[in-house]
């Protein structure tokens, strides 16, 4: 099946924004996952302990999902220089968001 790169840029302008916004979701819905857990953690007869490497682990995927962000605007950066390349737009409206320092977190990151 073939399609038109103005199909196509059409498509990814579309799809795009909806996968960013998909790994923000994930982010904040595991964000609030860890504050339940925490207030349960301080319900009376829990120990204080309890659900720790669970803790642990969901503090890991929260990790995992700010790297992935990283290689969305990564995505976004790249595709946005091949429609330029082919033409496909010119972002002279500045509709793509600013990245600049963004991207620098990811040494930070590893530390961490």
Known sequence: MSITIAAATARIARQLPEAELSLDSALLASARLMESMLLARQADGVE???????????????????ESQNDMMRVHQELRGIGQEVKALSDEDGTCPKTAGALDVEPLLRRA
Not at 48 to 65: E, N, P, W
Request: glycine share 6%.
């Open 48 to 66: 204080v302990f309890t659900g720790q490497t669970a803790l642990m682990r969901l503090a890991k995927a929260q990790r995992t999902l700010l």
